[in-house]
């Protein structure tokens, strides 16, 4: 009885390591989390085929108070044209794959005023319709996972994008 109580004790003890690193699987890579992202979008030819993107709807801002019109256009290759709208006036910013421009009624100015290069940055990033992801690797960006992240209850994967110009942006995956 000793003897077989003593080996299922230095079977058992044998055995649990392998059990405990069986239940936690390893962090995806980044590649696996990049696939699975295009794939879930209809995988990266049919993003490549959109010759253009338009998104509508509303935002809400100020803690749900203030509800803005949004409206955003992109065209390949580069071109964006977001407008917010409130109480009859409409915001525009858009940029045409050289020249950026707004007109910005909520501060006075309701005629189109070129961006600067620094205020255009955002906007030429958002006129790219696949996104930061896809093709990463080509655009000559980096894309290191940072673990997951809790955003409003769903843990979510965390993605730190450095493009080529320097500019970090990041991206959650659920």
Same mark, same amino acid.
């Given at each position: 009885m000793k003897l077989h109580l003593s080996l299922l004790l230095v079977?058992?003890?044998?055995l649990a390591p392998s059990f405990i690193t069986a239940q936690?699987? /390893?962090? /995806?890579?980044v590649d696996q989390l990049v696939a699975k992202n295009v794939e879930a979008k209809g995988g990266? +030819?049919?993003? $490549?085929a959109l010759e253009s993107l338009r998104l509508s709807g509303k935002m809400l801002v100020n803690q749900g108070q203030i509800e803005l019109g949004y409206a955003q256009?992109? !065209? $390949?290759?580069?071109? =964006?044209?977001? *407008? @917010?709208?409130?109480?009859?006036?409409? #915001? @525009? +910013?858009?940029y045409d794959g050289s020249q950026a421009w707004q007109i910005s009624p909520f501060q006075g100015? !309701?005629?189109?005023?070129?961006?600067? #290069?620094?205020?255009?940055?955002?906007?030429? *990033? *958002? #006129? *790219?319709i696949d996104g930061p992801l =896809?093709?990463? !690797?080509?655009k000559g960006s980096t894309v290191e996972y940072l673990g997951t992240e809790d955003i409003e209850g769903t843990a979510a994967h965390k993605l730190k994008v450095v493009r080529k110009t320097g500019d970090t942006s990041y991206v959650y995956l659920d």
């Amino acid at each position: 009885m000793k003897l077989h109580l003593s080996l299922l004790l230095v079977c058992g003890a044998l055995l649990a390591p392998s059990f405990i690193t069986a239940q936690t699987p /390893p962090p /995806p890579t980044v590649d696996q989390l990049v696939a699975k992202n295009v794939e879930a979008k209809g995988g990266a +030819q049919a993003l $490549r085929a959109l010759e253009s993107l338009r998104l509508s709807g509303k935002m809400l801002v100020n803690q749900g108070q203030i509800e803005l019109g949004y409206a955003q256009t992109k !065209k $390949r290759p580069g071109s =964006v044209r977001t *407008e @917010v709208s409130l109480q009859g006036m409409t #915001a @525009v +910013q858009a940029y045409d794959g050289s020249q950026a421009w707004q007109i910005s009624p909520f501060q006075g100015r !309701k005629d189109p005023e070129n961006m600067s #290069a620094d205020d255009a940055k955002p906007l030429i *990033e *958002e #006129a *790219e319709i696949d996104g930061p992801l =896809v093709d990463w !690797k080509e655009k000559g960006s980096t894309v290191e996972y940072l673990g997951t992240e809790d955003i409003e209850g769903t843990a979510a994967h965390k993605l730190k994008v450095v493009r080529k110009t320097g500019d970090t942006s990041y991206v959650y995956l659920d």
